[in-house]
Nanobody
């Protein structure tokens, strides 16, 4: 059974930082493509950042230079370091793991709220 569990969300003032973590189990993590997505109220879910099994990264234009995605294969964990947070970063953040068989698994989400 595949499990994806996010943590690290919370309330922070504009300009502050948070680090999200996502632990997966039940899949060969080191081969998986990992992504962080977010969904704000009334908006579609969007990709924030992603990292491949080879360490290559991809960022949304809105977060490039402020957010950093990384992975620790020994811990089956992917991180999202978020700096210089803005109110518009407020959303539920979801972790996605995509297996080499192109199967997608999602976490339950973690709320990030940035106050102005």
């Amino acid at each position: 059974q595949v499990q994806v569990v996010e943590s690290g969300g919370g309330l922070v003032q504009a300009g502050g930082s948070l680090r999200l973590s996502c632990v997966t189990s039940g899949t060969a993590f080191r081969f998986n493509y990992m992504g962080w997505y977010r969904q704000a109220p009334g908006k579609q879910r969007e990709l924030v950042a992603a990292i491949g099994s080879n360490g290559n990264t991809n960022y949304a234009d809105s977060v490039r230079g402020r957010f950093t995605i990384s992975r620790d294969n020994a811990k089956n964990t992917v991180y999202l370091q978020m700096n210089s947070l803005k109110p518009e970063d407020t959303a539920v953040y979801y972790c996605n793991t995509r297996t080499i068989g192109q199967l997608d698994y999602w976490g339950q989400g973690t709320q990030v709220t940035v106050s102005s």
